[in-house]
């Protein structure tokens, strides 16, 4: 079955880079997300991909995704301590809306 | 604009009683999901309503039942509560009508913290 897999904690200091990585398995996807959650809240959408881009670009976030491994990165520059979250990769399923989550990446960023 | 409104946001349970837990968005999306978090775990699906009038299972829908009551409004309903169901539970909701830029972001609630004893 679907699994979307995440490391489940990162610590950078601030002003460094953060890459959290993520595997998926239905290459069906049509769209790759990344959502961030904070303290006592909603889970937000940072991002997306389309299954058919190698790379995305936004400011200070940079999603990488390798179809061959179903493989799919963010990285977000010069980190800052209100990046401080959980992010969660998700896949849609079937190509459908249904999405599958990760069980989140927890990022702390050090002052 | 509410968004996607969660009620209650927190409930303290015992063993065996019953609730529902209450979700409306005035997005006019089609679609509504709820999906519980825990520790590690990350999100699964319990139940979603692709459109007002559908429901369907998703990962983990035993010892749950939903009502998509209108286009606005989906419930979940625990009719025994169970200690394996002490969660954090999030209703959220989705455009899916189709159109060639929709990238079926789900919109979240704030979500319901659901203890049962």
């Known amino acids: 079955g679907e699994d979307v897999e995440q490391s489940l904690f990162l610590s950078v200091r601030e002003g460094d880079s953060s890459v959290i990585n993520c595997t998926y398995t239905?290459?069906?996807?049509?769209?790759l997300y990344w959502y961030k959650q904070e303290p006592g809240a909603g889970l937000q959408l940072l991002t997306y991909?389309?299954?058919?881009?190698d790379m995305k670009q936004d400011q200070r976030l940079t999603v990488l995704l390798n179809k061959k491994d179903k493989h799919l990165s963010l990285r977000i520059a010069d980190t800052q301590t209100g990046d401080s979250a959980i992010y969660f990769c998700?896949?849609?399923?079937?190509?459908?809306?249904?999405?599958?989550f990760g069980s989140g990446t927890r990022l702390l960023v050090r002052p | 604009n509410a968004g996607v409104t969660q009620t209650p946001k927190f409930q303290v349970l015992k063993t065996g009683q019953s609730m529902t837990l209450q979700c409306a968005q005035d997005?006019?999306?089609?679609?509504m999901y709820w999906y519980r978090q825990d520790p590690g775990m990350g999100l699964r699906l319990i139940y979603y309503?692709?459109?007002?009038?559908?429901?369907d299972k998703g990962e983990v829908p035993n010892g749950y039942n939903v009502s998509r009551l209108n286009k606005r409004e989906f419930s979940l309903r625990l009719e025994s509560a169970a200690p394996s169901q002490t969660s954090v539970y999030f209703c959220?909701?989705?455009?899916?009508?189709?159109?060639?830029?929709?990238?079926?972001?789900?919109?979240f609630g704030e979500g319901s913290r659901l203890t049962v004893l």
């Open positions: 998700a896949e849609s399923m079937d190509s459908s809306y249904k999405l599958i």
């Open positions: 997005m006019n999306h089609n679609s």
């Open positions: 991909i389309f299954s058919n881009m």
């Open positions: 309503s692709a459109s007002e009038g559908t429901t």
């Open positions: 959220a909701s989705s455009d899916t009508g189709g159109l060639a830029d929709n990238t079926g972001e789900l919109f």
């Open positions: 239905d290459s069906s996807s049509t769209y």
